[in-house]
């Protein structure tokens, strides 16, 4: 669950500012709700697309339901 600044503060703090895990969830809101969003929203998910694109993508080292943090071996 993401825990961090909201929409609110973010909208005053350049992209350049926002750490990866702000990015990741706002881009994945975005773009789950994005057949709803206005041209401003569809400004700003733009906007955190390009920033995670100019940081080389978003690294994905993280447990998740489908494998934790650490390969095992069979």
């Not at 825990?3 to 503060?9: I, K, L, S």
């Not at 350049?16 to 789950?32: G, N, V």
Request: a negative charge.
């Amino acid at each position: 669950m993401y825990v961090g600044r909201d929409m609110t503060e973010l909208d005053m703090v350049a992209k350049k500012e926002w750490k990866d895990s702000e990015l990741a969830y706002f881009h994945q809101s975005f773009q789950q709700i994005a057949p709803y969003l206005n041209e401003e929203g569809t400004t700003i998910h733009r906007e955190i697309i390009k920033e995670i694109e100019s940081r080389g993508g978003l690294s994905n080292d993280g447990a998740s339901w489908e494998r934790g943090t650490t390969p095992k071996v069979d």
